[in-house]
């Protein structure tokens, strides 16, 4: 599949460091599995993925953190 983005790369598996923020929370989670585009390095990523990451920000911003570190696999 090509990038939707740059149009040149190819899309492979891979994986990211996702940066969230919601007003005073920061949310860094390393090792997100995701499509990145050879050429430019934009991602995507599955719905199930994403859908698993929104909780991860959820349960951070609702345990009020300012600034957190996490890693996916974990």
Do not use: W
């Not at 899309?11 to 050879?38: F, W, Y």
């Not at 934009?42 to 991860?56: G, S």
């Not at 920000?57 to 609702?62: G, I, K, N, T």
């Amino acid at each position: 599949m090509n990038c939707v983005i740059c149009k040149n790369g190819t899309m492979n598996d891979g994986h990211v460091t996702v940066t969230l923020q919601r007003g005073e929370s920061i949310l860094v989670i390393k090792n997100v599995p995701a499509s990145v585009c050879e050429n430019c390095g934009e991602y995507t990523l599955h719905e199930h993925v994403a859908e698993r990451v929104m909780q991860i920000a959820e349960d951070s911003v609702s345990k009020h953190v300012e600034i957190e570190v996490l890693n996916y696999a974990a």
